[in-house]
């Protein structure tokens, strides 16, 4: 049975935190509720909410002083948060300032009005996203290639290394075994090479989107890579600054990357 998903809704407007309390307890959610930074402070030490709808709150600033706290606190730093600003005609008075909402960290940004069926639907799929994991396959002939890139997809909330295949051929059975949302494929190993497991998995498991990541990021290799079904190519020499948001980018976005400068000489 389902855990009943708990959310802290945070508003100084009391008819509009009312009427958005009573829609998601109809939608059977578990609703705590504040007013102000004070009054979540204390919420936070009893309660463990699934996700933080941060509302409107006076004086201008508030929210977003709130908002860093939330940040910055072990227990909600990293649950997802929705924004609801202020709308138009009070933005002087209780609106984010532009300063502020370019470092907001939010999964959803909407400003009032807003219905509360709507801002429920909108919650409803915040929780269903962070409910999900990208499921990820590594596979290099390399022991420590493939700790390494463990080691750092690990530290992502929302990614998930479900297993480990040594060559190509151990890559096309694996996916067939765990079914993984992403690959991230060397290109040079033995038994089958990581281009012909790419033409593989895109033909026969086509909801499978590979990534390579290969220290032979020569041109040939690169075209050969996009021309077998790969969605990117990222160079190792880059992998520390570009795989996770590649990962993110081919997943979310169903985009494929921009192809890698070569290396030079």
């Known amino acids: 049975m389902a855990t009943t998903k708990k959310i802290l809704i945070v508003d100084d407007e009391p008819d509009f935190l009312l009427a958005l309390q009573k829609t998601l ?9 504040a007013s102000n930074k004070a009054e979540v402070q204390e919420r936070i030490k009893t309660i463990d909410p699934d996700v933080i709808i941060l509302g409107t709150m006076t004086p201008r600033g508030e929210a977003f002083s709130l908002h860093q706290w939330l940040r910055q606190h072990p227990k909600t730093k990293d649950l997802p948060v929705l924004v609801i600003d202020a709308a138009p005609e009070k933005q002087l008075i209780k609106g984010w300032r532009r300063d502020e909402a370019m470092v907001m960290e939010a999964e959803d940004y909407v400003a009032k009005p807003i219905e509360p069926a709507s801002m429920a639907v909108r919650t409803q799929a915040v929780l269903e996203r962070a409910a999900k994991r990208i499921k990820v396959l590594i596979v290099d002939d390399h022991s420590v290639v493939r700790d390494g890139i463990r080691a750092v997809l690990t530290l992502q909330k929302d ?107």
């Open 159 to 265: 990614i998930e290394v479900v297993g480990e295949a040594v060559n190509g051929k151990d890559a096309v059975e694996k996916v067939r075994q765990l079914l993984p949302d992403v690959v991230i494929m060397d290109i040079v190993m033995p038994e089958m090479d990581g281009l012909e497991a790419t033409k593989r998995i895109y033909k026969e498991y086509p909801q499978t989107r590979v990534l390579m990541l290969s220290q032979y990021d020569d041109e040939e290799n690169i075209l050969a890579a996009e021309q077998l079904g790969a969605y990117g190519f990222i160079p190792k020499r880059a992998a520390s600054s570009q795989l996770i948001n590649g990962i993110k980018t081919i997943y979310y976005m169903g985009e494929h990357l921009q192809r890698p400068a070569t290396a030079s000489g």
């Open 25 to 33: 307890e109809a939608r059977l959610y578990q609703v705590a509720t």
